[in-house]
């Protein structure tokens, strides 16, 4: 019970950098409703519609309550992306659909304020949460998909290890509408941290 106490409040460190990743609590809140409301018109192109509350407490509380009936029930882990000196919140990562037994795999997503994008801040950070998918929760796979437009997002993939597998039809929903996606991978034998 210990262990999994602790992997449910488990900060990540990213390495070489002034990073963490950190498990959502209300005290992001102002934080985060900033960069998110900031970046608006920036992430709404990528990501799945949001709810008309989206960005108002009760929207985060909806989210953070979500966040941890996934942590509870082994489905997911969310991380919000800080800078340890500033405590600035510069975007989020999540590990979704936690699969084990046969599978032994999670979905990999990930978001960035419009300040920070293309700063190589997910690029440090990534690396981070596949060693904690791959030694932590000792899974053999994490897949990721991108819309074949993203161009940033499919680098970011690749320079990270990640193999393109191929195209997924009308994959999520993004902006109201189901979109096609390119589907990534990185395997536990392919990743060198």
């Not at 690029?123 to 161009?151: C, D, G, M």
Request: charged residues 25%.
């Amino acid at each position: 019970m210990r262990l999994l106490t602790r992997l449910l409040r488990q900060a990540i460190d990213v390495p070489n950098s002034d990073l963490v990743l950190e498990p959502p609590n209300s005290g992001h809140y102002e934080r985060w409703v900033k960069v998110r409301n900031e970046s608006q018109e920036f992430l709404r192109p990528w990501e799945p519609s949001w709810a008309d509350d989206d960005l108002t407490a009760v929207g985060f509380k909806r989210r953070l309550s979500a966040y941890q009936r996934h942590r509870q029930s082994g489905w997911g882990r969310t991380f919000f992306l800080l800078n340890k000196e500033t405590n600035a919140l510069l975007g989020g990562a999540s590990l979704t659909r936690i699969r084990y037994e046969n599978s032994q795999s999670a979905t990999l997503g990930y978001w960035m304020g419009m300040h920070e994008a293309g700063k190589g801040h997910m690029r440090k950070a990534v690396p981070a949460i596949l060693s904690y998918a791959f030694h932590s929760l000792r899974l053999e796979r994490v897949e990721a998909a991108t819309l074949p437009s993203n161009e940033r997002s499919k680098h970011l993939l690749t320079n990270c290890g990640f193999v393109e597998e191929g195209y997924v039809r009308e994959y999520l929903e993004i902006n109201g509408k189901r979109e096609d996606h390119l589907l990534f991978s990185i395997l536990k034998s392919d990743f060198q941290d």
